[in-house]
């Protein structure tokens, strides 16, 4: 077989198939299997704080109470018991809403790129902070926008080449513990981003997707809270929420969704059933079982857990980094964003860290839509052990310092 | 609220929402609820012939074993037994091919799904069967294709105001006892589309969702097969077969497949990765598990048991049904397609069949690209127990013959 002749394919595609590219995130799934290599890569929660007993329970008491149900095609918005427990969730989040208000996904993911798929027409403005989830970049690649950008206080910058004549077509936020800043938006933050919705009468995705994960001090009202205090009611507000179980309960289960105005969501199935009929009936089941025994039981054991690790990393950190590496440290979430010196590429640094000092994070740029951010890079806290973390940074401040005075001695 | 605060959603949708709508499977979803309703509508298998003791065993076992692998995401591509399976299913069917030709999804479903997304630009030629799998139409509605035809024997048939001037972009096929028809393409019609597909260097998606479930006579080489027959390798081959374990093992945990070349499963894995990163890691093992363990064993119940459904409404058609309805008897799968004297409307039909007989089935306009088949309908007889079965075709006959009546009073 010649190469020409595997090559076939990419004539016959669409045009928005160009836009979908590898990335950085899925080379590194492949890391987690070599057990050498110390991880602060992948954004995974720790298995070992899943709650197991109960999720052996839910799936043996379902076959066994229920498996004509469980193992059935179930309808596409969801299965009610677990849509009434997260309408329950949302309104403790302060979100007064209904089941009618909520459709199950298969995790946030797949409520991001309904949205885009609901949303987004080719070439239309969309505004996203600077840096921005990377899986959530992919998905709008896709539907080939033009980017807009706004920072972390929700204040727009500098997007050149954006079309500004044009209203917003849609905005997207990840204001608690963002991935991949780790960075918070303050009340005054979220208000802006309300303020650029109305005004562009654009529907503003909010992922709350690590929102549960706090580990200190109080949190803001979510973005929809506000907007609906201004608004009057779910039914007219302009934000969308998505949630997830993934980084809180289990990512195995693949369940998330959405929460938003009613006739919104009823829109909604119809893609969801389109796109893959319903899902999972039984892991929405067991899902429902377990968060409704101990949701916050099991988060309160995480929030515990991850903030010694965050608090483990921050220290190391401060311990071991050269003088011109910089970072914040976050009240929540599982990411600590490293900003190296101009001049040090972090994708050339994570091939050097993996050959030489066997230590993986990811690297900055994939999460700038622009293609900036070359000098920074992400690590994850939550899935790696105290003393493998403390060595992890020790090894990458020992290559930063190295490389930086290499950079020192060619300039 | 007032109806006009609520419909103010309509005009930020993206062009290809307006092709987004509602189906008659979504309502008929909600009637299996209904105990009093006899119900040939929803194409479900029946949960009694589920391997629920292999299920049971299977999330018990793997929540002991590997709970951290279980329970945590996977590589996008999917669970690599699983894959190793299917690719020893497939090359007993008569596919050479290896775990680098499969991608895992979440039922065919979103096999479909994908592959539309990724092949599909607005105003693309696509060739579809008339009538065609309903689930399918919804899927490419939404990226706005130009649609043409072909008959049961693979032969094109007229589709007025379709752009005969441009070559097809792709082609849809369910070769085997088709939904809705029941009907299964010979040698003959597959080489037909495998020439089709060839002249046009289109794509050629083939649907085998039903193909297990065969219930006399010897199995058709699959299209794949035939055309890698001509063609030498899967790698150069134009047909892309979708499966699922969903009429076969369970519907409830969401594992289907694409079997392609390599080249089009990496560039799907991206597409995979970001629209839900992965399908339920536990499923996929359990799925896993309870396949390799006996899926010709459960397979081969469920057939004998869908047999002797289908002949029993065969009989009881040809016992009750007028001279003017006709039908023909599927070798497989689960549907029996009936044509109605002209004038009666199917979908008006519905109505009064399940408000004066209580008995639901579904009407095959919407299986219909262009609107046509207003005078046919779907039975599904996987779900309904002999007597039961008998007992509705007795009301639907009686339902049939009075509008046949009444019919011909008016004229």
Chains 1, 2 share one sequence.
Not at 162 to 170: G, H, S
Not at 237 to 243: D, F, R, T
Not at 348 to 365: H, M, N, Q, S, W
Request: glycine letters at 6%.
């Amino acid at each position: 077989m010649t190469d020409l002749q595997r090559q076939t394919w990419e004539h016959r595609f669409a045009s928005r198939a160009q836009n979908i590219n590898a990335s950085e995130i899925r080379d590194l799934f492949a890391l987690l299997g070599n057990s050498d290599i110390i991880s602060f890569a992948g954004g995974f929660p720790d298995a070992n704080l899943f709650a197991l007993p109960q999720f052996r329970y839910g799936y043996q008491k379902l076959l066994e109470d229920s498996p004509a149900i469980a193992l059935q095609y179930c309808a596409s918005e969801g299965y009610l018991p677990l849509r009434r427990w997260i309408a329950d969730f949302m309104r403790r989040q302060g979100v007064d809403c209904s089941p009618d208000n909520i459709l199950i996904t298969s995790g946030a993911q797949q409520a991001i790129e309904f949205l885009s798929r609901l949303f987004l027409d080719k070439g239309d403005p969309l505004a996203v902070s600077k840096p921005s989830y990377l899986g959530a970049l992919q998905i709008f690649n896709a539907y080939e926008p033009d980017y807009h950008f706004f920072d972390g206080d929700g204040i727009s910058i500098a997007s050149p080449g954006a079309d500004k004549t044009r209203p917003l077509k849609l905005i997207y936020a990840n204001p608690d513990f963002s991935n991949p800043t780790g960075e918070t938006m303050d009340g005054t933050a979220r208000r802006r981003l309300i303020d650029l919705a109305r005004a562009n009468d654009a529907p503003l995705i909010e992922d709350g997707a690590y929102r549960s994960l706090r580990y200190e001090g109080d949190p803001h009202p979510t973005i929809m809270q506000l907007d609906i205090a201004d608004c009057g009611s779910i039914e007219t507000s302009l934000v969308v929420y998505c949630g997830s179980f993934s980084k809180t309960m289990t990512p195995g289960l693949r369940i998330g969704w959405i929460c938003a105005a009613s006739q919104l969501i009823n829109k909604l199935t119809l893609l969801k059933q389109s796109s893959d009929l319903n899902s999972s009936t039984i892991n929405q089941m067991v899902m429902h079982c377990v968060a409704d025994e101990m949701f916050d039981a099991s988060v309160n054991i995480s929030r515990e857990v991850y903030r010694q690790r965050r608090d483990n990393l921050i220290r190391a950190l401060e311990d071991h980094m050269p003088d011109n590496v910089n970072w914040k440290k976050p009240e929540g979430g599982m990411f600590v964003w490293l900003t190296l010196p101009k001049g040090i590429d972090a994708r050339t640094l994570l091939a050097k860290a993996i050959a030489v000092e066997k230590v993986a994070f990811v690297p900055g740029r994939p999460f700038h839509a622009d293609g900036s951010g070359g000098n920074t890079l992400r690590l994850c806290f939550s899935s790696c052990p105290l003393d493998l973390a403390t060595e992890g940074v020790t090894r990458l401040a020992r290559l930063i310092a190295a490389e930086t005075a290499e950079l020192h001695a060619m300039a």
